[in-house]
């Protein structure tokens, strides 16, 4: 059967992915044809059971290619995907097709769904404005930390270093990618002591702070620690979105916890990073966005320590802020309505340092999350002066002043450029 019909025109209630690729040993309009085929309703030979009742409801459109840019589009009639299901969504567009013997590579660079897609979808809870109404910060990036090291510290060690870096003038405090409960740190104690510790800190500063505690587990104990942090007054809960899966993630939000859900990408560069295979970060992004996480990790524009350039992390901190998004052929992003899915909060983190920030809020803005591990508990006077300095840094940066002159009457910002430097 043939899928490639350069002349169709897709219909607005079509979901459209746009593929790069690499055939091996086929030609590409070929290629094209065997990746609708095998991410929708074919198979690798013809089948007798097939009908053309079926081809005519379910047969999705290879409509355009550029084998110039090795990129081609293909048009799948909703039909295809059941509605609410990003798992089902990505078992077909994310599935098969990438272990096909007749590619080198294959990667796909976005996915726009129409409004009937979306429309299956609770997206953010709270969005930005939540987030922002639920700390009570606007007009300036929120300043988190990790607190650091990793894993390792007492749940008591951990709240008083929380107590410090919000009393030295962070706004959010997290729970790192890899610390759930273990035995020196079990969720249950961590949890209430921590938040206990920042009610302190808020009584004292007259500030919000949130704490954020990773629920990231089988699904069963991530409702559970959830339903605990609630009860114990958290406004987040983090979640690793990618070693949870879709279905946890989605579970979760449909749970309706009316908690601010953190997003961490742990995991995401085993398939977004090469630029010649896997998925995009992008479509990542959009898929929980659609979910509904308020707020999740998208890189530092090339400012931090992890990889993903500048436009990329830029174009992603778009796509997930705003209402509207028009296709941009050379970076392979597509049109995308949100209709009524709130925006999503970018977190820019990851190698960060008071000297970046300048540079960090010229190239993201100031509508994001900035997180500090290393570069708030590698401070040389400790965690409180490294959150001094990044509020000294920021402040600097609000106000245009430059970092040398702002570190010549803040002392805890003089020592993190002299360990650091500017970025
Ligand atoms: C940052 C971090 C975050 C990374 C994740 C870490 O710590 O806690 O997990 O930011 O990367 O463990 O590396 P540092 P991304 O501030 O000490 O680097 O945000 O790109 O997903
Ligand atoms: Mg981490």
């Keep these: 059967m043939d899928y490639v019909d350069l002349k169709y025109k897709p219909s607005r209630d079509e979901i459209i992915a746009e593929f790069r690729m690499e055939p091996e040993g086929i ?6 044809n065997e990746v609708a ?3 929708s309703i074919g198979t690798w030979t013809k089948v007798s059971t097939m009908s053309p009742s079926i081809a005519k409801k379910l047969k999705p459109h290879v409509f355009n290619i550029d084998e110039k840019e ?4 293909v048009a799948y009639p909703v039909g295809l995907f059941e509605h609410g299901s990003i798992p089902q969504l990505m078992s077909s567009i994310g599935g098969n097709i990438f272990g096909m013997k007749i590619l080198k590579s294959l990667r796909l660079e976005d996915i726009q769904f129409p409004e009937n897609y979306v429309r299956g979808f609770r997206g953010p809870a709270f969005g930005i404005e939540g987030v922002r109404k639920r700390l009570r910060i606007w007009g300036r990036p929120l300043l988190g930390t990790i607190i650091k090291p990793k894993v390792g510290l007492t749940p008591r060690q951990m709240a008083g270093i929380a107590h410090d870096v919000a009393v030295g003038g962070l706004d959010f405090v997290k729970d790192d990618e ?7 740190c079990r969720f249950e104690n961590r949890v209430p002591l921590i938040l206990e510790a920042l009610d302190k800190a808020e009584e004292e500063t007259g500030r919000r702070i949130g704490y954020s505690p990773n629920i990231t587990g089988p699904v069963d104990v991530m409702e559970e620690r959830a339903y605990y942090a609630k009860k114990h007054g ?55 966005r659609l979910i509904g996480v308020d707020q999740i990790h998208v890189g530092t524009a090339h400012v931090g320590k992890m990889s993903g350039t500048a436009d990329e992390t830029c ?12 296709e941009k052929g050379g970076e392979h992003i597509l049109e995308q309505f949100w209709y009524k899915i709130k925006p999503t909060l970018a977190v820019a ?25 290393g570069g708030c508990h590698g401070h040389p006077k400790g965690p409180k002066k490294g959150a001094m300095a990044i509020r000294q840094a920021m402040e600097a940066a609000r106000d245009d002043i430059p970092l040398p002159e702002k570190a ?6 003089k020592q993190a450029i002299e360990k650091w430097g500017p970025a």
């Design 27 to 32: 030609t590409f309009r070929k290629a094209c």
């Design 37 to 39: 085929a095998e991410s």
């Design 70 to 73: 090795k990129t081609f589009k």
């Design 178 to 184: 890899n610390l759930t409960s273990m035995k020196y």
């Design 234 to 288: 958290s406004r987040y809960v983090m979640v690793d979105v990618l070693t949870t899966g879709w279905s946890g993630l989605q579970y979760m939000r449909n749970l309706d916890l009316g908690m601010i859900i953190h997003a961490h990408r742990a995991g995401h560069a085993a398939f977004t990073r090469n630029p010649e295979h896997g998925i995009s970060m992008l479509t990542i992004a959009k898929l929980c």
């Design 315 to 326: 174009e992603i901190e778009d796509e997930i802020e705003s209402k509207f998004i028009t």
């Design 349 to 373: 983190s990851g190698g960060l340092h008071p000297g970046m920030i300048p540079k960090l809020l010229e190239r993201m803005g100031s509508n994001i999350v900035m997180q500090f591990g």
């Design 408 to 413: 010549r009457e803040n002392k805890e910002l």
